[in-house]
């Protein structure tokens, strides 16, 4: 009889175990599931994914012309416009959205910051271009992927 009890033993704290990983699993299902109740899921707006989609190629096609001796500041206060537009739309959705509102303005201040550099130190090179353009481009993509993978379902 007490070779069967130690050898059943180990079954017995697996299975254990087993059970113990399955309640946890269900009871993240379960808190996951309810998490519309707390307010803290903010929903996909095609609004804002438009914005950032529309504005990035924008952005892009500005700091093409950073690399000449010409500063369109006429686009640029275009942007600066849209982004704060954009800034102000985010945060009016309120704290459920304050992800979003906050890429939005790591966007912006890039974007200044950007900005600043051309005017202040002249035409860019194409290697400080395509760095600008790739750090620009990967904080939109950021926001963009953040937006697209809000539930849709609301």
Request: proline share 2%; aromatic share 12%; charged share 25%.
């Amino acid at each position: 009889m007490k070779g069967y009890f130690f050898r059943s033993q180990p079954i017995k704290n697996y299975l254990l175990q087993k059970l113990i990983v399955i309640n946890l699993l269900f009871l993240s299902v379960y808190l996951l599931g309810c998490a519309h109740l707390s307010g803290r899921v903010t929903y996909y707006d095609p609004i804002t994914y438009k914005s950032l989609t529309d504005l990035k190629p924008e952005v892009v096609a500005l700091y093409e012309t950073f690399t000449s001796d010409f500063v369109d500041t006429g686009k640029i206060a275009a942007i600066r416009l849209k982004l704060a537009q954009m800034f102000e739309y985010e945060n009016g959705k309120g704290a459920k959205n304050i992800e979003t509102t906050k890429q939005v303005k790591i966007i912006q201040e890039m974007f200044e910051r950007h900005v600043e550099d051309r005017i202040k130190n002249g035409k860019w090179n194409e290697t400080h271009l395509n760095n600008q353009k790739q750090n620009i481009t990967e904080a939109f993509d950021m926001a963009i992927q953040t937006e697209r993978l809000k539930n849709k379902n609301e």
